[in-house]
């Protein structure tokens, strides 16, 4: 299995207490996802996030529809969560999100593990499957920005993949 690694971190002039609270409501995944992907939350809503939680989605990408189930697998309220599929699109995906105080207020940093399926046979499809992600994580980090009301100007970002 060939694991590759996507990196995303936003820093913005808000405190953890702030913004960790967005990040810890389920709903929110909806709105820093882009369109396109067509991302619902079918668990029964509200979801209470904490270590064990399961978390049902449905999205679609090229047209084709798929359910993906993710389990929060670490939940330190404040400071990170891991979120790992149990069934979706990836042979593996390991999500570690991170909050981090700053002296300009708060560090947000995604960094995911994950492995494409049918490997190594698929790994022709890696540059289509790197391009889309780093689209979704730069989506998302100028969603945050503006769902805060921020200004991009003040909140240096980046996605490495």
Same mark, same amino acid.
């Given at each position: 299995?060939?694991? %590759?690694?996507? !990196?995303?971190?936003?820093?913005?002039?808000? *405190?953890?207490?702030?913004?960790? *609270?967005?990040?810890?409501?389920?709903?929110? &995944?909806?709105?820093?996802?882009?369109?396109? &992907?067509?991302?619902?939350?079918?668990?029964?809503? *509200?979801?209470?996030? #904490?270590?064990? !939680? /399961?978390?049902?989605?449905? &999205?679609?990408?090229?047209?084709?529809?798929?359910?993906?189930?993710?389990?929060?697998? #670490?939940?330190?309220?404040?400071? =990170?969560?891991?979120?790992? @599929?149990?069934?979706?699109?990836?042979? /593996?995906? %390991? $999500? !570690?999100?991170?909050?981090?105080?700053?002296?300009?207020?708060?560090?947000?940093?995604? !960094?995911?593990?994950?492995? +494409?399926?049918?490997?190594?046979? =698929?790994? /022709?499809?890696?540059?289509?499957?790197?391009? @889309?992600?780093? #689209? +979704?994580?730069?989506?998302? @980090?100028? @969603?945050?920005?503006? /769902?805060?009301?921020?200004?991009?100007? $003040?909140?240096?970002?980046?996605?490495?993949?």
């Amino acid at each position: 299995m060939i694991v %590759h690694h996507v !990196t995303a971190e936003l820093e913005v002039p808000l *405190p953890v207490e702030r913004v960790f *609270p967005f990040f810890a409501e389920a709903n929110n &995944l909806e709105r820093i996802t882009p369109p396109e &992907l067509r991302f619902r939350i079918i668990s029964d809503t *509200p979801v209470h996030i #904490k270590q064990g !939680t /399961l978390i049902h989605y449905q &999205l679609s990408l090229y047209g084709i529809s798929f359910r993906w189930i993710s389990h929060i697998a #670490k939940w330190e309220p404040g400071r =990170s969560f891991v979120d790992e @599929q149990v069934t979706g699109p990836y042979r /593996l995906w %390991h $999500h !570690t999100h991170e909050f981090e105080p700053t002296p300009r207020g708060t560090r947000i940093r995604d !960094t995911v593990n994950y492995a +494409i399926p049918f490997s190594p046979f =698929s790994e /022709l499809g890696f540059p289509i499957v790197r391009w @889309q992600l780093r #689209k +979704i994580f730069s989506f998302r @980090q100028r @969603q945050v920005i503006t /769902l805060f009301g921020l200004s991009e100007n $003040h909140c240096p970002w980046h996605v490495t993949v």
